[in-house]
């Protein structure tokens, strides 16, 4: 009976993993936690100053490609790559975060208007790089912060960008 009961863990696994990500089971989803797991696992190496890290930083232009910063492991991975800029009325900080093989996990941006508006968006990728799921939070009256825009300034290749040209000449 034991033996029975330890052969049919994994594939409660396997069968949780399966299961559709809702509203509901979101926060506590097999899927989520791994991503959240590889998340806190790079926070440790770049607190822990385990990382090597690079910074560029360009003259002001209205972008968010104004700060570029790069955080590669040992292996020459890239494990977190940000990039941070804005304009007269607003700022936005995208933070991605690679797994062991390079592939985009997790995106969280931050973004903030004059008007008080602050937002969150955090979007989670399984392995095959596919949406998982996406949290958005705001407070304040709301601005026009677009998940298209988001989307179009994700980092796939950190080490092509963080060497690529300034956004503005």
């Not at 494990?79 to 995106?107: I, M, N, Q």
């Not at 709301?142 to 989307?151: H, L, M, S």
Request: charged fraction near 25%.
């Amino acid at each position: 009976m034991r033996f029975l009961l330890l052969a049919l863990i994994p594939l409660l696994t396997c069968v949780a993993a399966a299961q559709a990500i809702t509203a509901k089971n979101w926060l506590n989803h097999p899927a989520i936690l791994e991503v959240r797991g590889m998340y806190t696992a790079v926070n440790a190496l770049v607190a822990g100053k385990k990382l090597k890290l690079e910074s560029r930083r360009f003259s002001y232009c209205p972008s968010w490609d104004l700060e570029r910063t790069k955080y590669t492991d040992s292996r020459g991975i890239v494990r977190r790559y940000v990039k941070a800029g804005g304009s007269e009325d607003s700022a936005v900080t995208l933070e991605h975060t690679y797994d062991s093989s390079a592939r985009l996990r997790f995106v969280l941006v931050t973004a903030g208007a004059v008007n008080d508006t602050r937002e969150e968006w955090r979007f989670y990728f399984g392995a095959n790089g596919k949406r998982l799921w996406l949290d958005r939070r705001r407070t304040g009256p709301g601005y026009t912060f677009a998940e298209k825009d988001f989307v179009n300034a994700f980092v796939l290749e950190p080490r092509k960008a963080f060497v690529a040209a300034p956004p503005c000449r």
